[in-house]
Nanobody, 124 residues
């Protein structure tokens, strides 16, 4: 069993930065691939970024590549999403998710555990 709690969301002006955190609990969290997803009002939940167990391998959606960075600190059982050069279209509820596999995944249906989400609002 893995539980996830996101934090770090808020209101920021376009061009600004935020760092989201995803704190995981459970003995096996550090052996889970973790992903970040986001959902804007009226839209489907979409993939943002994902990271491997050891943090060596990552993948990003084209819309955030070069602006967002995913990382993890397994000693703290925490995964981060550093978001720079934010745009109004990045406004959404951001969710972290985990899957008990060594393979990265880009589809939300491939993740079993989900956090409650944290709101990110970027003003123009």
């Amino acid at each position: 069993q893995v539980q996830l709690v996101e934090s770090g969301g808020g209101l920021v002006q376009a061009g600004g930065s935020l760092r989201l955190s995803c704190a995981g609990s459970g003995r096996t969290f550090n052996r889970h691939v973790v992903g970040w997803f986001r959902q804007a009002p009226g839209k489907e939940r979409e993939f943002v970024a994902t990271i491997s167990w050891g943090g060596v391998t990552t993948n990003y959606a084209d819309s955030v590549r070069g602006r967002f960075t995913i990382s993890r600190d397994n000693a703290k059982s925490t995964v981060y999403l550093q978001m720079n050069t934010l745009k109004p279209e990045d406004t959404a509820v951001y969710y972290c998710a985990a899957r008990s596999s060594a393979e990265l995944a880009l589809e939300k249906d491939d993740y079993f555990y989900w956090g409650q989400g944290t709101q990110v609002t970027v003003s123009s």
